[in-house]
């Protein structure tokens, strides 16, 4: 078809919704899968890019462009992504209190002293109540760093483009970190694409 090409160096801009970027992100944080964005050939000079899951990368395949969403947010949003730490159970000391009162060996019979799991505990001890409310609580700060990502999309991402004649032969292109030498080299031909987000900002960088 006139105007569409195999190679990716054809392509000048991507159109992506937010939404998909930081659902891509996220996705790949929580689940053995991988999110990525997905442009596939023949390329033209604007392209539409969609969220893409697998297991097993078809890249090299099928020619598609996958695109990192570590890639096209902003380094700030990447490193506030909020990770998940569990609570740790609280270690039974079997130490006096400061005041010299019976331990919690000693059988006293306080709120805190006791030697058999509760209801509120859970079955196996591991007080599970207070795990859940830290996980409500991931949460809820997934949906706060969600609200920021949406506005974090990068205006431009690099891709390394491979020749057809090297060991990388079917893959078109892959993106790269912008933290990674700018220089072409023997493992591809760096080319920068342009995202404009789909109901959002488009090429542009704020000041």
């Known amino acids: 078809m006139s105007g569409q090409h195999p ?4 392509i000048s801009s991507i159109a ?16 053995p899968g991988r999110a990525v964005i997905r442009v596939t050939p023949p390329f033209h000079g604007r392209m539409r890019a969609r ?16 695109l990192d969403p570590a890639h096209v947010l902003e380094r700030s949003v990447v490193a506030a992504y909020p990770n998940f ?3 740790m159970p ?13 331990t919690a060996e000693d059988g006293a019979g306080t709120d805190g002293d006791r030697s058999e799991p509760s209801a509120a505990d859970g079955e196996d001890g591991q007080n599970t109540p207070s795990l859940e409310r830290q996980r409500k609580a991931h949460a809820r700060a997934v949906d706060r760093w969600r609200n920021r990502a949406l506005e974090g999309i990068v205006p431009a991402v690099r891709v390394r483009v491979y020749p057809k004649n090297t060991e990388r032969t079917g893959a078109a292109a892959e993106s790269v970190s912008r933290s990674e030498p700018r220089p072409d080299d ?4 760096r080319h920068e694409i342009s995202i404009a987000v789909l109901g959002g900002r488009a090429e542009t960088t704020d000041a």
Request: net charge negative.
């Open 51 to 66: 969220l893409h899951v697998y297991h097993v990368d078809d890249g090299a395949a099928t020619g598609a462009i996958h």
């Open 16 to 31: 992506v919704t937010s939404s998909d970027v930081v659902d891509a992100f996220v996705y790949t944080q929580t689940n």
């Open 85 to 87: 730490e569990a609570p």
């Open 90 to 102: 609280a270690p039974s000391t079997g130490v006096s209190d400061s005041a010299g009162g019976e």
């Open 186 to 189: 023997a493992n591809g031909v």
């Open 7 to 10: 190679d990716p160096r054809s």
